[in-house]
């Protein structure tokens, strides 16, 4: 798993039918930190993550573990939302605060 921050989104009418009905998301994958990198993925969103989140994020085969992406042609999914990470004793990100 991998942090990241939602960035934005990806609009697409003509896609593969597994595809129809799902978020795709641009992520920014952060540092252990917190803080932004230059990598940047799209990501199907599972869990109904919005502009500005911390989220974690899946690739390879774990990115279709979850019940509703079986299926779905997809390399790198969000699981979940953030609410704080702590490294090494201090909070490097609270969803509270950002």
Known sequence: MELARVQGTVVSTIKAEKLSGC????????????????KH???IDS?????GEV???????????????KDVPTDCSI???????????????AKNKN
Not at 47 to 51: L, Y
Not at 56 to 64: E, F, K, M, N, P
């Open 41 to 43: 993925l799209i990501a």
């Open 55 to 69: 989220v974690l994020v899946v690739r390879g085969s774990s990115a279709r573990q979850t019940q509703d992406l």
């Open 47 to 51: 869990v109904g993550a919005g502009t």
């Open 23 to 38: 978020t795709l998301l641009v992520v920014n994958i952060l540092n252990s930190d917190a803080t932004p990198s230059e």
């Open 79 to 93: 699981v979940a939302i953030v609410d704080s990470v702590e490294l090494q004793g201090k909070i490097v990100y």
